[in-house]
T-cell receptor, first 113, second 112 residues
């Protein structure tokens, strides 16, 4: 099965700074999805990234806070901007690689201090 | 997407069969039922998907009654490594145009 790589796997950041998370897929995909998983919680979809167009954000998430790039069919980045402790979460990217399910990266564990 | 309801947590023992039931009363005609498994510090992993009756793969079985308003994930002879969170999701399969809406999931704890 295809592989999704996320970088970094974890980071500790100062409040007010920004972190860019990278997601690399070893096959071409049309859509890439970004999720947030707050401590002890389920996953929440942040946005959908389609190559060549602006990302589509879910309610409660805005581009200024979570800018997304999708320069080609195998790569995307999510930036968490002007971070606060409330942004401490696991951030995951996901793609559809078959008819039967979504494949997820292993996530980026972000701690904001 | 149809809302799903699962038990928050379940406990069992090694070697037992575990059945996790998910309610989805508002499931639509085009919706499939998909289960994912998530270990700590990992992303969710696809387990099984079905539309009706029974589906079985090397990992689990999925039982869906005729009215499709619920489904049961069955894990045979569980081991300690099956301790994880299990998510039931309902929606149209494939396509990849929409992201997934996760419920709270079921925290399954397997004891020796």
């Amino acid at each position: 099965s295809a592989v999704i790589s996320q970088k970094p796997s974890r980071d500790i950041c100062q409040r007010g700074t920004s972190l860019t998370i990278q997601c690399q897929v070893d096959s071409q995909v049309t859509m890439m999805f970004w999720y947030r998983q707050q401590p002890g919680q389920s996953l929440t979809l942040i946005a959908t990234a389609n190559q060549g167009s602006e990302a589509t954000y879910e309610s409660g998430f805005v581009i200024d806070k979570f800018p997304i790039s999708r320069p080609n069919l195998t790569f995307s980045t999510l930036t968490v901007s002007n971070m606060s402790p409330e942004d401490s979460s696991i951030y995951l990217c996901s793609v559809v690689l078959s008819l039967y399910g979504y494949t997820f990266g292993s996530g980026t564990r972000l701690t904001v201090v | 997407l149809a809302k799903t309801t699962q038990p928050i947590s379940m406990d069992s023992y090694e070697g037992q069969e575990v059945n996790i039931t998910c309610s989805h009363n508002n499931i639509a005609t085009n919706d499939y039922i998909t289960w994912y498994q998530q270990f700590p510090s990992q992303g969710p992993r696809f387990i099984i998907q079905g539309y009706k009756t029974k589906v079985t793969n090397e990992v689990a079985s999925l039982f869906i009654p005729a009215d499709r308003k619920s489904s049961t994930l069955s894990l045979p002879r569980v081991s300690l490594s099956d301790t994880a969170v299990y998510y039931c999701l309902v929606g149209e399969t494939g396509g990849g145009a929409d992201g997934l809406t996760f419920g709270k999931g079921t925290h399954l704890i397997i004891q020796p």
